[in-house]
């Protein structure tokens, strides 16, 4: 079946430019994670939705980062007056409900670059 | 907080030689340990992970783990390993308190002839 898909797959921000990267989960999966790989790192969790729900967002960096999944499926992750820092690959996983839902299933990322 | 620490950066092994790769946590009961792998411009896959039961675990192309609580260790080994296993490894703890992942730096695999 389809995996985590994410878009764009590249991204060149200006400093001081908006961003918004889109995630579509597995199918079903009732939660969503999105984390921050900079380079040479490993990912670092930045915010989780169960359902329409986020219910942590507490690795969210600063004020300028935003997360939604409005309807409980497609999330968006908005970047508002993106800095240089905020280059990096931004990774969302997906997972199902239950004692099954441990395992979080990875989208290939969306590598962000802001000169 | 959890933590999980993978002290090789770089490891690079011979075609056919076997692998180990370290993994030690901390965290005061019994963790969720996960293996990932990573291929240049590739997202993570799953190659294993322990929640409790046999501390001896088989994943996805021929590699296991074993989770040693008195080592809080969960090392990642592989009998004989193949030029397409260059990579980066991360190891992960997920937080039973929340949900998230908490991943160690990494270890890039580097295969020689």
């Known amino acids: 079946g389809a995996g985590v898909s994410q878009s764009p797959r590249y991204k060149v921000a200006k400093r001081g430019q908006d961003v918004a990267l889109r995630c579509d989960p597995i199918s079903g999966h009732v939660s969503l994670f999105w984390y921050q790989q900079a380079l040479g790192q490993g990912p670092e969790f930045l915010t989780y939705?169960?359902?329409?729900?986020?219910?942590?967002k507490s690795g969210l960096p600063s004020d300028r980062f935003f997360a939604e999944r409005p309807e409980g499926s497609v999330s968006t992750l908005k970047i508002q007056r993106t800095q240089q820092e905020d280059s990096a690959v931004y990774l969302c996983?997906?997972?199902?409900?239950?004692?099954?839902?441990?395992?979080?299933?990875f989208g290939p990322g969306t590598r962000l670059t802001v000169t | 907080a959890q933590s999980v620490t993978q002290p090789d950066i770089h490891i690079t092994v011979s075609e056919g030689a076997s692998l180990e790769l370290r993994c030690n946590y901390s965290?005061?009961?019994?963790?969720?340990l996960f293996w990932y792998v990573q291929s240049p411009g590739q997202g993570l896959q799953l190659l294993l992970k322990?929640?409790?039961?046999?501390?001896l675990v088989q994943g996805i192309k021929g590699f296991e783990a074993e989770f040693k609580r008195s080592q809080s260790s969960f090392n990642l080994r592989k009998p004989s390993v193949h030029w397409s296993d260059a990579a980066e490894y991360f190891c992960a703890v997920r937080d039973t308190g929340f949900q998230k992942l908490v991943f160690g730096t990494g270890t890039r695999l580097l295969v020689s002839p």
């Open positions: 939705f169960q359902n329409e729900a986020q219910l942590d």
């Open positions: 996983a997906s997972s199902s409900s239950g004692a099954s839902g441990y395992e979080q299933y």
């Open positions: 965290y005061g009961a019994t963790p969720y």
């Open positions: 322990y929640f409790s039961g046999d501390t």
